[in-house]
């Protein structure tokens, strides 16, 4: 039998901000197209390089990277005025982008008012609100659901300002209905009339990229032997169905979320990388088991510079989570896994590390299903830290015992190995284990593909 060529997929075990962006820019040399398959730009994927930070929130991680195809898929919302200050932020000749950035057609887009709304429910929920970044995520998602959303593909219509305009419309009258006014917003800076001319600006630019219908061009790709990693957005405990509802982004986070959002059967994905902080971070509501207080919070928010790359919002700050790690792995059939920021930990004494739950004397083995019950007590075990620099070790085997016993420790839990570890924001601070099975999957290591 023919081997068949599967798409790679690398996503986020946890709450977000796991470090995907620099695992995907890492990776990327290995592959000829990374693609974005849900989310929008809510998302913030930061890479570091040569001294520079950049933060990606539409176009995939793969952008920084000459030869290598960067595809939008059908699953992401796009906002133009976004997308247009990450391309003004890349300033990549037109030639080059013509060659690097494709978009589906089938892909939804936030309207300015999607904005508004977001912001009106968000008001309206008042104690009980999501913490969403307000990049009008969960109403561009609903129309899309509700059948009354324009897509990329629409705009060459010549009713499609018409249709903007009706849609436009409704989405101020609900907003009105729910007493937020337009002129209560201001969107990134700018008024909405000012935000709203900007973005048909960023619509132009943003029609003149290659369009494409991913579910066509990734299997093209495919079918050609092309390697072909899909990149998450958010993280597994974000997902609409199985993260903690309602405290959770509007699109699958999970590798099935990969399969919808780009066209790919699941006969067709191959290796599923998780990528996962050596503690746990949150921004936004919702429950979190084993967030610390204190001077424990502020030391991993300072160590870890835990600050949105999208809001500039301070996380909150926690341990390791491994009964939701384990819980993430299997929703996720994840295959091998990333542990990046694990040199956020080096001062610390003894790293804390939750086993299970504990409600009302009970011990659970899963994570709470949505906001409670509140009584819910991480069950911790102690180890002791490794308390120095990471930066002498230039192998995975060099790092500190105390540091491998927990990367054992955690292995043992979730029954899948550990083959990288991030010990800083850099390309270059990357370890991969010597015989990982990830060397194996991308080939050569040294053999990046062309
Ligand atoms: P993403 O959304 O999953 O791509 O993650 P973000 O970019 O939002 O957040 C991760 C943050 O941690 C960024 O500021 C990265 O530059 C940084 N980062 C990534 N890996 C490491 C690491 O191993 N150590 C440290 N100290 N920072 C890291
Ligand atoms: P990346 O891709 C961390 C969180 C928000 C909020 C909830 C819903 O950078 O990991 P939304 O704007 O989707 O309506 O917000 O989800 N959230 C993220 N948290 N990283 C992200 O993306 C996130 N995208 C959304 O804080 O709690
Ligand atoms: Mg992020």
Redesign the pocket.
Known sequence: MVEVNKADVLL?LQ????G??KIVDVLTPHYKMVARFQ?GP????TLVFEGKKYILHTIPSGIFHRGCVNLVGNGVVLDPFIINNELDQLNLPLDVLKESLFVCGKAHLILPSHRLL?AAFEKKKGKGK??????G??PAYTDKVARTGLRLADTASVTFREKYNALKEEHLRLAGDLGYALDELTLDGLSFPEYEDAWFQGLERLKALPRVQSEVFVNEALDKGARVLAE????TL?DIDFGSYP????SNTITAGACIGLGVAPTRIGEVFGVFKAYCT?????PFPTEAVDEEATHLREQGNEY????G?PRRCGWLDLPALRYAVMINGATRLIMTKVDVLNRMETIKVCVAYDLNGETQTLPPLSSGPDNLRPVYRELPGWQCSLENAETFEQLPQALLNYVAMIEDFVNVPVDIISTGPDRQQTLIRKGAGILKRLAVINEPQK
């Not at 709450?15 to 796991?18: H, L, N, P």
């Not at 405290?247 to 509007?250: A, E, L």
């Not at 949150?282 to 919702?286: A, Q, T």
């Open positions: 986020g709450w977000g901000d796991e995907k962006g989310g809510n998302a913030g994927h977001d999501i913490g969403s970044t307000l990049k995520i969960g998450g957005a958010q993280g974000l405290y959770v982004t509007s949150r921004v936004g509501s919702g949105g790359s999208t809001t919002r």
